[in-house]
């Protein structure tokens, strides 16, 4: 058996990650930045793809923006056994596909969660049309998540660096979301993330305390949450600060 198949058929194991969930309320009111520009960008995209062309959605999950793309001829490609509807059940370092198949690539949310991200960028790159395009969406700043199969964060520096290495021409490299966006995902880290019960070892004096500073951490983070994500979709500020989220689009040269 080789390596390749043996981390293929390790990886494609589904993860339960618990989450805690969220009620309605809260998630309306966490209503994430993030998602309006994902969908912005990818709905962009696919309104500059042509009527007929072939697009690959590579690590497509639950394909979210599959509707996007009615006006083109669609696949996707996932690991997960589980997720329905892949076109193709594979490794993105090996997709079984003829070379230069696919006029559109996307890669959303996916690059970070590669052990090996320069042989999936190489192969990327294989099934790539001469002229053809890839977007891509990965976050510089988001907490763990899909445990263990997570593996890394991506500065510009690194993503421009993967790109070229694996061919590509880089042709716009922006921050997806203002800062703002990475401000609204820290309170909400801080409401989520923050204990709701103090060590009896404190003392009554500390812990009165710390359930008092807690409590308002976070309640103040469920109400920043809200307000900075609201402003990010008003107001995308990049000037000073960080993104959780870098978007890429690359080209594969003629
Ligand atoms: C965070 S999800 C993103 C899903 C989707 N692109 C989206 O934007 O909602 C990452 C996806 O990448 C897939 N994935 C991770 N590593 C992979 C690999 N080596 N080969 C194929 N798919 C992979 C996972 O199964 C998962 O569906």
Known sequence: MTVRSDLTRRLSRPVATPRRQLPEWKKRWFRNSSRQYLARYNRTFAKATKPGMLVLDAGAGRAPYRGFFKHATYESADFKLLQADQTYICDLTDIPVEDGRYDRVLLN????????????????????????????????????????????????????????????????????????????????????????????GLGRWRA???????????????????LFYRLDQEWKYTRTGYPKNFMIIAGKPR
Not at 112 to 118: K, N, T
Not at 121 to 145: D, Q, S
Not at 208 to 221: C, T, Y
């Open 109 to 200: 949310q996916v690059l970070e969660h590669l052990p090996d991200p320069a042989s999936a960028l190489r192969e990327l790159y294989r099934v790539t049309k001469p002229g053809g395009e890839l977007i891509c969406t990965v976050p510089l700043f988001y907490e763990e998540h899909q445990k263990p199969y997570d593996f890394f964060r991506y500065t510009q520096f690194g993503l421009r660096k993967l790109f070229s290495d694996a061919g590509f021409s880089v042709q716009t490299m922006e921050w997806m979301e203002g800062y703002f966006g990475t401000v609204g995902y820290q309170f909400e880290g801080m409401h989520r993330h923050l204990p709701r019960t103090v060590p009896s």
């Open 208 to 226: 009165g305390r710390a359930r008092v500073l807690l409590g308002a951490a976070r309640g103040l983070g469920l109400l920043l949450a809200g």
